[in-house]
């Protein structure tokens, strides 16, 4: 028996932390600029292999990365084991219920989205091999097919994360575009298995080609029926009676090692045994959706990055790199995957914005590219040009996919968040304690308002929230459905006090709900309110310091009785609505006046529904004061100028307050129109946060409102002596921005 040396576990253990420590620094670079990790990865592998190490320093490249004898035998052995471990990772991204709940477009989609790109690549690879760089002794049948599989698949873990950084993930086009691509991996994997059993030469492990054919669709028809079955059976066990996450992770390990040696021995890759022990492990409902991400995570962070990293060990990128065949594999990928996708939306009668948005979604191939072109490439299938055309193409396309999906939806928005918040839609105790309940006790609510059936409408949301919960994490959760007949979006604002589960990434209670309804004509009301709600609430630091500090009305108002004492100020309270509902309207009106505070701001109020409020404080003697934002029609700056007493606010920019690196364009002629209906004195606030920025707002406004800017030097200094002296000094700065325009 032969043994590893102690030089070759040296070697083994030092060439592996050098690989994962370069592939995990260039990954988490990569995500800086917004890049997938694997790209950083795939670099780093470069960096170490043949192209980059192998021509500066060839001994150390040698020694760190033999291309042979035991240490190259290990490094496969360990990249094999993290490619296998990703597929299980990809496999559980995998819902099959969204392909039938989604319905008919998403299928679709899936349909159009693999057949036309396949038809097309088998053509074009039976016909003009010599153009895709075919080995002339290859089988043309096995080389067509891989052509029409590698053109025809997706990458799900790409679109996924693509759709989560634009707040799409769990929007109705989101599950779509999911929904499709589960379709794609599913049957691109089973035909690529298919592929690998043709190029048996009938002696292999005793089993002729038809026989590891019908093998293979035989284990993959019982891992997705009774293995799915037995599984979700044994879920709820392993979470009861083993610890968390330990259990069900070996759970998961212990399925996809021996679906994996189960494949391998039939003939096919182990990934496959893999990819469909994840799809029918992440196929259970008791899977939790905070287990998925530790899983993910174990994987993602360890076992992918030395995979991708080895992946540059094997070819050198330069010497193999044919531009004409890149340029032509980029061309005709792109080309067939988008006209299927984008033909198949159509089909399922999607707007010609939302089908470019599904195509140029569909058309990330990331990960799944690579993987299908490293095994094709050590079978022999395919040459290392080819190769190489084929990761910058997986590349190039997952790049690409989210700058122009953020393009094609790019528009000026029609509606804001606050605009569709009203009183007698917020619910500031729900009773619910499930999801269920919860959805019923908002519909009922929305309801109310807009006329339509209470019990339609909760199961088309229940619906909907069975295909993919909509906790979004941080404790907010987003319910949505377009509903016929509604001609208004409608947003129904509820809190639970004790939390309700609605399966967050992040395994939080949700105790702030957003239940949206659109009209089902207007597809792109949902993504624009998802999306601002998922933009306020991606970060909540700032709420979770605001509730361990005790943050209060109370408390602030505490606040503002002491400086009153010491100051003749002007003060202004800033408030949401909901605290002043739970306050008390002429409570607090009353409280503010006896303190001597001079006015208020409620920032989420819309001024259509500020009768009251106006009503309240303008007896009391105190001014209110109201938003005007860049979107605001004319006829809404003239309620804003009507209402508003002491100044009005300008909101310089959409979206959520902040530092900016600049200005917004759109201050001056926000302030040039609002000045048209009102002679109050103009104050802009929204990322303003330097004196050149207040320089600007003092040529078109009266005033500038600083907010974060103050903030973070609380962050930065918490209990320092020199923060009241930092903050005086900052104040002085400022103001000087004003002063300059004086003089």
């Not at 597929?87 to 559980?92: E, S, T």
């Not at 190039?396 to 939806?409: A, D, I, K, W």
């Not at 839609?425 to 269920?436: P, V, W």
């Not at 959520?656 to 606030?685: C, H, I, K, Y």
Request: hydrophobic share 50%; net charge neutral.
């Amino acid at each position: 028996m032969q043994n590893l040396t102690p030089h070759n576990i040296t070697v083994m253990f030092l060439s592996l932390g050098i690989l994962l420590a370069v592939a995990r620094v260039l990954g988490e670079l990569a995500q800086r600029f917004h890049q997938p990790a694997i790209l950083g990865e795939l670099v780093a592998g470069v960096l170490l292999g043949p192209t980059v190490l192998g021509n500066v320093a060839p001994g150390v490249s040698a020694i760190l990365f033999p291309l042979q004898g035991p240490n190259a035998v290990a490094l496969e052995a360990i990249s094999t084991l993290s490619v296998a471990l990703f597929l299980l990772v990809a496999g559980i991204e995998v819902d099959l219920s969204t392909i039938w709940r989604q319905g008919r477009v998403g299928l679709k989609v899936g349909i159009a989205g693999i057949l036309i790109p396949f038809a097309s690549g088998l053509a074009v690879a039976w016909l003009i091999p010599q153009a895709l760089g075919r080995h002339p002794d290859g089988s043309p049948l096995v080389f067509a097919l891989f052509v029409a599989t590698a053109l025809s698949i997706s990458a799900l873990p790409v679109i996924a994360k693509t759709l989560m950084d634009l707040d799409l993930y769990r929007t109705d086009l989101g599950m779509i575009v999911i929904s499709a691509a589960v379709f794609n991996d599913l049957a691109g994997w089973v035909v690529f298995a298919t592929t690998l059993g043709l190029m048996g030469d009938g002696t292999s492990h005793g089993n002729a080609i038809t026989l590891t054919i019908m093998l293979t669709l035989a284990f993959a028809t019982a891992m997705l029926t009774i293995g799915r079955w037995l599984i979700h059976w044994a879920l709820p066990y392993l979470q009861a009676y083993t610890r968390w996450p330990g259990g069900v992770l070996s759970f998961a390990l212990v399925v996809a090692l021996l679906s994996a040696a189960f494949t391998e021995w039939i003939g096919i890759h182990a990934i496959f045994g893999a990819f469909l022990a994840g799809v029918a492990i992440g196929d259970s409902s008791h899977l939790r959706e905070r287990t998925r991400v530790t899983i993910d995570n174990f994987v993602s962070f360890i076992f992918a990055p030395v995979f991708f990293a080895s992946i540059g060990l094997k070819v050198n990128f330069v010497e193999h790199f044919d531009l004409s065949l890149v340029l032509t594999i980029c061309v005709l990928a792109c080309a067939c995957k988008l006209a299927g996708a984008v033909l198949g939306a159509r089909w399922g009668g999607l707007t010609p914005r939302e089908s470019w948005a599904v195509g140029i979604a569909m058309n990330s191939r990331g990960a799944m590219e690579i993987i299908l072109g490293l095994l094709a490439l050590e079978a022999g299938i395919i040459r290392q040009p080819l190769f190489v055309a084929l990761v910058v193409m997986a590349i190039v396309t997952s790049m690409l996919s989210g700058p122009l999906m953020r393009l094609v939806l790019r528009h000026v928005p029609k509606r804001r968040l606050c605009d569709l918040l009203a009183p007698r839609l917020f619910l500031r105790e729900l009773k619910a304690t499930t999801r269920r309940e919860a959805i019923a006790e908002l519909t009922a609510a929305a309801c109310g308002v807009s006329g339509l059936p209470a019990a339609s409408i909760e199961a088309s949301v229940w619906a909907r929230e069975e295909t993919l919960g909509t906790g979004i994490g941080n404790g907010v959760a987003i319910p949505h459905a377009r509903v016929e007949g509604l001609r208004e979006p409608v947003v129904v604002v509820g809190i639970s006090e004790t939390g309700i589960d609605f399966d967050a990434p992040d395994d939080r209670p949700t105790c702030l709900l957003f239940l949206i309804l659109t009209p089902r004509a207007d597809a792109g009301a949902q993504l624009e309110i998802a999306a601002e709600i998922a933009r306020i609430f991606h970060d909540a630091r700032r709420a979770e310091r605001a509730l361990r500090a005790g943050t209060s009305l109370r408390r602030v108002l505490g606040i503002a009785k002491e400086i009153r004492r010491r100051s003749q100020i002007p003060l202004l309270l800033f408030s949401y609505f909901n605290p002043l509902l739970r306050y008390g309207m002429e409570t607090l009106a009353r409280d503010c006046a006896e303190i001597g505070i001079d006015g208020c701001l409620v920032t989420d109020l819309c001024v259509e529904e500020a009768q009251d409020y106006v009503q309240a404080f303008r007896a009391r003697g105190l001014d209110t004061v109201f938003l005007a934002a860049p979107t605001s029609t004319q006829h809404r700056l003239q309620l804003v100028a009507d209402c508003s007493t002491g100044f009005v606010y300008l909101v310089s920019r959409m979206g959520v307050t902040g530092e900016r690196q600049a200005l917004s364009e759109t201050a001056a002629p926000l302030a040039a129109a609002m000045r048209a209906v009102t002679d109050l004195p103009l104050a802009v606030g929204f990322g303003v946060s330097a004196p050149e920025h207040v320089a600007q707002v003092g040529r078109v406004a009266d005033a500038a409102v600083v907010g974060s800017a103050f903030v973070r030097v609380v962050e930065r200094n918490p209990g320092s002596p020199s923060l009241a002296l930092q903050l005086e000094s900052m104040a002085r700065e400022l103001k000087h921005g004003f002063d300059r325009n004086e003089s």
